[in-house]
Structure formats: structure tokens, C-alpha cells
T-cell receptor
Framework: KNEVEQSPQNLTAQEGEFITINCSYS?????LHWLQQHPGGGIVSLFM???GKKKHGRLIATINIQEKHSSLHITASHPRDSAVYIC???????????FGTGTRLQVFP | DTAVSQTPKYLVTQMGNDKSIKCEQN?????MYWYKQDSKKFLKIMFS???????INETVPNRFSPKSPDKAHLNLHINSLELGDSAVYFC????????????FGPGTRLTVL
């Protein structure tokens, strides 16, 4: 079992829908990252958070440290949001990122 | 201006060969990383350097040797390439360790025949 689990693995949506991607982890962490990998392969950091909630445009990330769970929400989804979204946790002791297996999102017009 | 660059973008080579992948960042970051993304798209850290000093060395075969000539560069040399080394290799950088946003290079797709 991976130390970082994401659900769902695959997600399809119609343009305009509200999207939620979940991340659960089993290790002590000092921070959690959400990354986006474009269809072309490039990886972009979306958020780094250690508590509470952060918002950038239509993207919202939340984390509950006690429950070892984070969610990434996309409001008013658009086809250009189609990508793989990857959760990664920064180990408390090791200071290295441990990655989830990713969630592949496809948004159709 | 490209923040984190890698060369080459694609690398196709025969088993047993030695190859290098270069990485450069112009962000002034102190920490650089190499990650491997396998065929199932799973990312895993290989190495981390902070100011030219090796910080993280995951259980990577010693055929893989990172070299950091200065804090803006982290190159990856691979000896005696094997089929299982085929993957996409990403370089990344951040300010002072993992508790900061990481900026990724475009990746190098290595295919070993």
C-alpha cells in the first residue's frame, strides 16, 4: 500500500462542473504539495500547504492534518483543466517528497 | 526565460551505454532534485542536493551518479544503462529544501533499447 493514496484514479467531467480530488496519507508530514502534470508532460506546482486552506483562482486546496487528508477542488471546470493532478507529502523526518499515483482528469466541453 | 532546463529532452540509447542528462536552474535556488517517473507515471525522488552537497540519496543503483558543479547545475550520469532505466527523468529546484514550492524542468524521456 502506498503511503499516499489518491482518489479517484480517473475522473471525467463536463465543462462547468465542480471537481474534487482526494488525497490521504499515512505518514507524518510537514507539508503537502499539489502538482499538475499537463498532457505534454510538464509538471507545475499548484499549492504547498501545511494547514487550512489555500485558493488560487478556480482552484482550492484544503488539508486536515488530524485526519491526514487533503482535497483539491476545481470550480467551474474547463477543458484546459484536463491533466493529471498529483498529491505529494513532505515527510516530517526525511524532508523528501512522497508522491501519490495521480488522478487523471478529463473535462469535456 | 526558462527557469529549470534539462537537456536532452529525448534520449534513445542501447543497453550498456553511459549517458548524461544535464539540468540548470536560473532561479537562484539552493536545492535541486532528480526524480524518476516510471511507465505507470509514478514519481519517485532519486537525489537531492543543497548548495552542491548531497542531502538525499534514495536506494538508487550506484550506476546513477549525480554531479553538482555549482548550485545552479545538477547533472545525472548513468553508467551501463539497463532496460529498466527507461523512464522520464525530471529535475527540479526549490529554495532551501522541501518545505518550499518546487519548480520542475520539462523532463528527459530516456529509452533504453
Amino acid at each position: 500500500k502506498n503511503e499516499v493514496e489518491q482518489s479517484p484514479q480517473n475522473l471525467t467531467a463536463q465543462e462547468g462542473e465542480f471537481i474534487t480530488i482526494n488525497c490521504s496519507y499515512s505518514v507524518g508530514i510537514s507539508a503537502l504539495h499539489w502538482l499538475q502534470q499537463h498532457p505534454g508532460g510538464g509538471i507545475v506546482s499548484l499549492f504547498m500547504l501545511s494547514s487550512g486552506k489555500k485558493k488560487h483562482g478556480r482552484l482550492i486546496a484544503t488539508i486536515n492534518i488530524q485526519e491526514k487528508h487533503s482535497s483539491l477542488h476545481i470550480t467551474a471546470s474547463h477543458p484546459r483543466d484536463s491533466a493529471v493532478y498529483i498529491c505529494a507529502v513532505l515527510g516530517e523526518v526525511t524532508d523528501k517528497l512522497i508522491f501519490g499515483t495521480g488522478t487523471r482528469l478529463q473535462v469535456f466541453p | 526565460d526558462t527557469a529549470v532546463s534539462q537537456t536532452p529532452k529525448y534520449l534513445v540509447t542501447q543497453m550498456g551505454n553511459d549517458k548524461s542528462i544535464k539540468c540548470e536552474q536560473n532561479l537562484g535556488h539552493d536545492t535541486m532534485y532528480w526524480y524518476k517517473q516510471d511507465s505507470k507515471k509514478f514519481l519517485k525522488i532519486m537525489f537531492s542536493y543543497n548548495n552542491k552537497e548531497l542531502i538525499i540519496n534514495e536506494t538508487v543503483p550506484n550506476r546513477f551518479s549525480p554531479k553538482s558543479p555549482d548550485k545552479a547545475h545538477l547533472n545525472l550520469h548513468i553508467n551501463s544503462l539497463e532496460l529498466g532505466d527507461s523512464a522520464v527523468y525530471f529535475c527540479a529546484s526549490s529554495q532551501l529544501g522541501g518545505y518550499n514550492e518546487q519548480f520542475f524542468g520539462p523532463g528527459t524521456r530516456l529509452t533504453v533499447l
